[in-house]
């Protein structure tokens, strides 16, 4: 892991928690090192900044690759229907082509 990268992102954030990229970066930096907190990032930004988009393809696809498959298809179902709402297209599309690809392998 890069520590000058992740000292930086935490740096970051300290100076302004309620930036939902800030928090987004360290979510993602900390999928490559610490799960556990990736997770509780991943968690604030869903609870804090539900309304951030790109956190909702990757948070749905980290709980999936954590086998949490109740919680990945909630993420993906809120993405896919904010997508929308937000009339991102771009975004909608990826968020529903991840979320096939997730229904898809549950049905395996």
């Known amino acids: ?26 979510a993602i930096e900390y999928t490559k090192s610490d799960p556990e907190k990736a997770a509780q990032f991943f968690d604030i930004l869903l609870n804090k900044h539900p309304d951030y988009l790109p956190t909702y393809y990757h948070a749905g696809s980290f709980f999936a690759t954590k086998e949490e498959m109740e919680k990945a298809e909630e993420i993906y179902r809120k993405g896919v229907a904010l997508a929308l709402l937000q009339k991102n297209n771009k975004a909608h599309q990826e968020l529903q082509r991840a979320f096939n690809s997730f229904l898809d392998e549950m049905d395996d």
């Open 1 to 26: 892991m890069n520590s000058t990268l992740l000292s930086n992102l935490l740096r970051f954030y300290e100076e302004d928690p309620d930036d939902p990229f800030n928090v987004y970066a360290l």
